[in-house]
């Protein structure tokens, strides 16, 4: 059997053109799309996937016409990214508003409601933003993108270094030394370091680097160790 006229060779083609077209048009439509997604950015990318998967695995479809489709899908999202950018009423038409779910500490039915967010959704929010009792928080809003911000009550803000009056020293990014159990050399030659200094530092603790999930080093050179721990169950509380 002729490999280069089999299907199987049709298919890993039709997939590294798709992929290699999918990579461009998300280039194209910027990093929003793959990070906080709105209405309309969430219904481009599963159409524009849908279209590649269909152009990668569908033998049977014109290979040109489903990759014009996602280059003209794309395209299109594009310019209709520009208008909402310079139009506010398309802006909320396409990406739509905000949405207030907590105002004055009491929940609005029927906000959350309309907008399919129930209270585990929200407490669920509430926690990843460090809040874990709800009687903290003034008001909770329903962005555009599907996440909710949430404004503390004035006792529960967090106090803060101007509000101090203090003066503190510049602070630097941290540089990750170990990654999942991994040295990571570029790293440590950037700060200065090098692998026997790690090892001598994880000697001093008594660590081993298979045991680390996450090292870090800032700028006063000061190593911080997060370690590979079993699993713990503190979900019952939470359902």
Not at 22 to 40: A, H, I, N
Not at 86 to 115: A, C, D, H, W
Not at 120 to 125: E, I, K, P, R
């Amino acid at each position: 059997m002729d490999f280069f006229n089999s299907d199987i060779f049709k298919v890993v083609i039709r997939c590294i053109a798709a992929m290699t077209t999918l990579f461009f048009m998300t280039k194209l439509l910027g990093k929003k799309q793959v990070s906080e997604l709105s209405l309309f950015d969430y219904v481009v990318g599963i159409s524009i996937g849908n279209f590649a998967s269909e152009m990668a695995i569908n033998l049977e479809a014109e290979f040109f016409n489903s990759m014009l489709a996602i280059i003209v899908f794309g395209i299109l999202a594009y310019f209709i990214s520009i208008l909402t950018i310079k139009s506010l009423k398309l802006r909320k038409f396409f990406v739509g508003t905000p949405t207030v779910l907590m105002e004055n500490s009491k929940l609005i039915y029927k906000n959350m409601k309309k907008s399919m967010i129930d209270v585990n959704d929200l407490l669920s929010q509430a926690r990843e933003m460090g809040y874990f009792d709800l009687s903290e928080i003034e008001f909770a809003i329903l962005e555009a993108n599907g996440k909710i911000s949430f404004l503390p009550k004035g006792e529960y803000k967090n106090i803060t270094v101007k509000d101090m009056k203090l003066k503190i020293e510049k602070q630097g990014l941290c540089a990750n030394v170990i990654i999942d159990g991994n040295i990571m050399d570029d790293n440590l030659i950037n700060i200065g370091k090098d692998t026997e200094w790690l090892l001598h530092e994880l000697k001093c603790k008594g660590k081993k680097v298979h045991d680390i999930l996450l090292a870090t080093v800032d700028i006063n050179d000061k190593l911080t160790l997060y370690e590979r721990i079993p699993y713990m169950d503190s979900n019952k509380i939470l359902e």
